[in-house]
């Protein structure tokens, strides 16, 4: 744990995957109000694209995604300033199975009872413009440059079926898939290179190694994974 608000566990890929990344996050309280640069901004030329699988989440959980209107720097430089940024942002209530898509450069928040799989770019680039009292060094300028076009609702959030394999997400850095059970045809053609698999429900099997939901594993191709016994894995590789 990093802290009495959040519990992660992260998982270092082999070489093949070293530019993603896999987390499972646990929320006592609301985290920072932060972003991740986009190419243009992060002093790497990286940006860092994430999304979120809400695996449980309490009855009042909710996420902020973006600024619920067009706000001035001074606005936002004030509001983070004041402790009052939370009321800048556009809030959404969470479920389990929410799928949420968040592009580098969007100002997003996680609030507290949440359960999450993060898959990301793995950069270590992070901007806070608010954390709650915490004492932790923010970078309030750095994101005011680094803000980018807000997504709308419906752009980012896909409330998926547990029983139905699908495609989650193809971005240009990396692909996120559902599995029921062993994958289709389509599934297979889109992650034939390394791949990572984050068990939900039941598990698999990479040779004689068993994968159990909260742990993850790693393979050079999906055709290697055994996932006849996993009832729903995340797939993710990157492109």
């Known amino acids: 744990m990093q802290d009495t608000e959040i519990g992660?566990?992260?998982?270092?890929?082999?070489?093949?995957?070293?530019?993603?990344l896999g987390k499972y996050l646990f929320t006592s309280d609301t985290l920072s109000i932060q972003l991740h640069p986009t190419e243009q901004t992060c002093p790497k030329n990286v940006g860092k694209d994430e999304c979120w699988m809400v695996t449980d989440a309490d009855d009042a959980a909710r996420v902020a995604i973006g600024f619920r209107k067009p706000f001035s720097e001074l606005?936002?430089?004030?509001?983070?300033?004041?402790?009052?940024?939370?009321?800048?942002?556009?809030w959404h209530s969470v479920k389990k199975n929410d799928f949420i898509f968040v592009p580098s450069g969007t100002v997003h928040a996680i609030g507290a009872g949440v359960t999450l799989v993060e898959l990301q770019q793995n950069v270590d680039t992070t901007y806070r413009l608010y954390d709650h009292g915490r004492g932790r060094q923010l970078q309030l300028e750095q994101a005011l440059r680094s803000l980018a076009d807000q997504p709308s609702a419906e752009s980012f959030q896909?409330?998926?079926?547990?029983e139905e394999e699908?495609?989650?997400l193809e971005s240009r850095h990396f692909h996120v898939a559902q599995s029921v059970g062993q994958p289709g045809r389509k599934i297979l053609e889109r992650f034939a290179s390394a791949v990572q698999v984050l068990p939900l429900s039941g598990s698999c099997r990479i040779g004689e190694i068993e994968i159990f939901p909260g742990s993850a594993g790693w393979a050079n191709d999906l055709r290697s994974i055994d996932l006849k016994d996993c009832e729903r894995a995340l797939l993710f590789a990157a492109v």
């Open 8 to 20: 992660e566990i992260h998982f270092q890929a082999p070489d093949a995957l070293q530019t993603i």
């Open 158 to 162: 896909l409330a998926v079926s547990p």
């Open 166 to 168: 699908q495609i989650l």
């Open 75 to 90: 606005e936002i430089r004030e509001a983070a300033m004041q402790g009052m940024l939370e009321d800048l942002l556009q």
